[in-house]
C-alpha cells in the first residue's frame, strides 16, 4: 500500500530517522525549552483488558514518568459520537495538546472533524488511514508491524509443540489478521517444518463465549500451543492454561494468566512512538504525520519468556529477534497458499506494500477465510 504517492518504505525510513533523532534519554529536550505537554488518550475498552487496551494504557504509564507530560485517559468511550465528546472535553478543560485516539472507528468522522475544529491541537491515530491530500494536517496515523512479533511467536512454538499442530483463534481474516496468521506458521516451520497452524475465526474482534469455544475445539483436535488475534486474549490464554497446553500471547501481556504454559507474546511497544511525539512537542517541532515499523526501530516486542518455554526454543526465539532487527526478511519465495497456488513468487522486505493486501492462507494453515 502507498500513502498517497508516498511509498509506506519510504515512511517507514522516515520514521526510523525520526525516532533516532530524538533517541535522547527522555526528557533531554525538555531540559532546554520547558513546555508542556498535555495527552490525552481515549480507549475502547478497559485499560486492564490484558489485550489491545492494556497495550496502550502500559505506554500512558511510562508517559507518567516523564517529566512537565500530564496524561488524561478515558476508558469504555465507544465508536459514536461518545468519543468526539469525550476529546472534545480533554481539550476544553484539561488543556491536552496531543490526542491518541487508540481505537479504528475513532478516526472517520470524529478525529478528522475535531481536527479541523482544533487546528492547534494534535491528533494521532493507532491505524495506518491518515490521507495526505484529504486530512487535516493536524492529524496523522502511528502503526506498528506486529506480525513480525508473532513471527518470533511461531519459531517460540514450532520448538515447544510435541504434536506439530498450533492453534490459531482470530476474529477476522483480513489482511493484518491473516499475516499474523502466516508469520506464526512460517516462524514455526522455520525450525520445525513438520509445524502446522489450524486457525478458527470469531467473526468478531471481542466475543469470549466464541473465543473460549474456538480455544476448546483447537485442543479438542490435538493443537498442544495455542495463540491469538482478537481484542483481548484473556479467555484464549486462560482456556489454554486450562486445558493444560502451551500458549502465546498478543497485543499485551498475558504472562500472569498462564504461569505454566505461556510461552512468550507478540507486543506492541507504543511508548517507543508516544515518548517521540511528547518529546518534538515539547521542543517546539512538528510531529510526523506517519510513523511505522516493528522489531529494526523498536516498536515490537516479545514477551518475556515463561514457563512453557523450553531452552532450545528461547535460544532460537532469540536469534529470530537478532535477524528481525537486522530486516531479514521473514517472507521469502515461493510460497503457496492453502488452496496450492502460489502468492509469493519472491522474496519481500518486511515492510514491502504488497504483504498489506493479504488476502490468504498459506499452505500449512488449516482454515478457509470465506
Known amino acids: 500500500m502507498s500513502i498517497h504517492g508516498v511509498s509506506r518504505r519510504t515512511l517507514l525510513k522516515a520514521g526510523a530517522a525520526g525516532l533516532a533523532s530524538t533517541a535522547l534519554p527522555l526528557g533531554a529536550i525538555r531540559s532546554a525549552q520547558a513546555a508542556d505537554v498535555i495527552v490525552g488518550s481515549v480507549y475502547v475498552g478497559p485499560r486492564d483488558d490484558f489485550g489491545w487496551n492494556q497495550a496502550h494504557a502500559v505506554a500512558m504509564e511510562i508517559l507518567k514518568g516523564v517529566d512537565n507530560v500530564e496524561v488524561i485517559e478515558e476508558e469504555n468511550v465507544p465508536e459514536t459520537d461518545a468519543v468526539a465528546k469525550s476529546m472534545e472535553s480533554m481539550i476544553n478543560l484539561d488543556g491536552a495538546n496531543l490526542i491518541l485516539a487508540t481505537s479504528f472507528g475513532y478516526y472517520n468522522p470524529f478525529v478528522i472533524d475535531l481536527a479541523k475544529k482544533y487546528p492547534d491541537v494534535q491528533f494521532r491515530h493507532a491505524a495506518p488511514l491518515w490521507n495526505a491530500e484529504t486530512d487535516p494536517k493536524n492529524a496523522g496515523s502511528y502503526f506498528c508491524y506486529l506480525n513480525q512479533a508473532h513471527y518470533v511467536d511461531g519459531v517460540a512454538a514450532g520448538l515447544s509443540t510435541t504434536t506439530n499442530k498450533i492453534g490459531f483463534v482470530a476474529a477476522k481474516p483480513i489482511p493484518t489478521v491473516l499475516s499474523n496468521i502466516n508469520s506464526v506458521l512460517l516462524g514455526a516451520r522455520s525450525v520445525n517444518p513438520e509445524a502446522t497452524v489450524q486457525v478458527i475465526f470469531t467473526g468478531e474482534w471481542s ?164
Open 207 to 370: 466475543m469470549p463465549v466464541r473465543e473460549a469455544e474456538a480455544a476448546n475445539a483447537l485442543a479438542d483436535a490435538g493443537c498442544d500451543v495455542l495463540t491469538c488475534h482478537v481484542d483481548g486474549p484473556k479467555v484464549v490464554i486462560e482456556t489454554a492454561e486450562a486445558r493444560g497446553v502451551k500458549s502465546c500471547g498478543h497485543n499485551a501481556s498475558q504472562a500472569p494468566l498462564a504461569p505454566n504454559g505461556f510461552i512468550t507474546g507478540a507486543e506492541y511497544k507504543w511508548e517507543t512512538i508516544y515518548t517521540m511525539y511528547a518529546d518534538l512537542l515539547a521542543a517546539g517541532e512538528e510531529l510526523p504525520n506517519f510513523v511505522a515499523g516493528g522489531y529494526h526501530n523498536d516498536m515490537v516486542r516479545n514477551t518475556p519468556y515463561g514457563a512453557g518455554a523450553t531452552p532450545e526454543a528461547i535460544k532460537a526465539a532469540d536469534a529470530a529477534i537478532a535477524a528481525l532487527k537486522a530486516e531479514e526478511p521473514i517472507y521469502v519465495g515461493p510460497l503457496k497458499d492453502n488452496k496450492g497456488n502460489v502468492v509469493i513468487e519472491k522474496t519481500y522486505d518486511n515492510y514491502d506494500p504488497f504483504l498489506d493486501g493479504m488476502n490468504y492462507l498459506l499452505e500449512g494453515v488449516s482454515g478457509s477465510i470465506t
